[in-house]
């Protein structure tokens, strides 16, 4: 077991964030600052000249690249030049080694290019709560980037926010309460609202399904008339496989029925059991998690938000551990791309004793 001490890294981490301009002494083609003074995210990235191709930068500057992000886990590329969906792949795959394929879905999404997808497709009038990409998942990627094509006449932001604060804000008797229990993931498919199974896991054979979810850990039952239901259990803190810090990072608070907007909640309660909606969420041993606990979460997650609004050509690359996405309401055209690259397992991450890792929690 490594010696870990997250007091002493999220020092480390979050040193007074200056406003000076830095001029990359090994690249003079761009400048970097934060995008605002005394926010730890996200470094704003830009050509000091006109035309530079962003995609020939990132080639060049990869290590550069994947060292900030870890450091202050959002980049936003700003003013550079990229031609459309052909371009954001390349720059993912120069970066990160190419886009992974969206499994085991949980939202609404059309594919435009190979692994890039649209921003979820929810009504314009909603807003979609602080989560991290796949958190609920056993398999998630550590990469997430986004490609503002076109933004929106008005609102439509992006919120991003840091996991490492997060955690850190967070009750300590919460923090212990979901470290020694976990949480327990229940979906239902086939119930005439949300994905279906066959788009969760993109086929149409049962078997497959089932092959799927053993491998991963998740627990299969079918239900009549071809309806499924899933039960997971996973870690609700977990340690970043390069910075070997411990972050906040599930779904705990994001799947809840009680984090819903009111009005579909309500709906969802009139139609559905509490067994049988389509997502909701316990603790590990398959207690509720108490009303408290999820207004304390939900109030963390959202004074942990960064806001900025999309300029056309704008690039976004999240370290997925280390920052929550989150998306503001929205009047007209908008157009948000995303790609998620470096598929990471949870179990591997979540290697240490409870007690050590309570007793490191406890220096927060």
Known sequence: MRDLDLKRQGVRSFKKVSRKVITLSHDT?????????????????????????????????????????????????????????????????AVSGGALEYRFRASPRTEVGKHVYTATNYPADQSIFPHNEHAFSPIFPLHLYFFCDIP???????????????????????????????????????????????TVFQTKD?????????????????????RLRTRQVGPAIMRH?????????????????????????????????????????????????ESHVLEHLRAIYQQAMVEFPWQQGDVVFLDNMLALHARKPFVGN???????????????????????????????
């Open 152 to 198: 929106a006449q008005e609102g439509g932001e992006t919120p991003i926010g840091d996991t490492r604060q997060l955690l850190r804000r967070i009750a300590p008797e919460v923090r212990e309460q979901f470290l020694k229990k976990k949480i327990m993931y229940v979906r239902n498919y086939g119930d005439g609202f949300g994905l279906p199974w066959q």
């Open 334 to 364: 908008r157009r948000i791309l995303v790609a998620m690259a470096e598929a990471c397992r949870s179990e591997d991450l979540y290697l240490c004793q409870e007690e050590e890792l309570g007793c490191q929690i406890q220096t927060l």
């Open 29 to 93: 083609l761009v400048q970097v600052q934060p995008l605002r003074e005394g926010q730890s995210l996200p470094l704003l990235v830009q050509p000091s000249v006109k035309g530079i191709k962003l995609l020939a930068w990132v080639q060049q500057n990869r290590e550069w690249i994947q060292t900030k992000v870890l450091h202050y886990g959002a980049l936003l590329f700003r003013d550079f030049s990229i031609a459309g969906v052909t371009e954001f792949q390349q720059c993912v795959k």
């Open 241 to 289: 496989p390069r910075t070997e810090e411990y972050v906040w990072f599930n779904h705990g608070t994001f799947f809840h029925v009680s984090t819903l907007e009111a009005t579909i909640r309500e709906a969802l309660l009139k139609e559905f059991s509490e067994e049988d909606l389509p997502q909701n969420t316990y603790y590990g041993d398959g207690n509720p998690i």
């Open 206 to 226: 049962k078997a497959e399904v089932e092959a799927y979810c053993r491998r991963v850990g998740i627990d299969v039952e079918w239900k009549g008339g071809s």
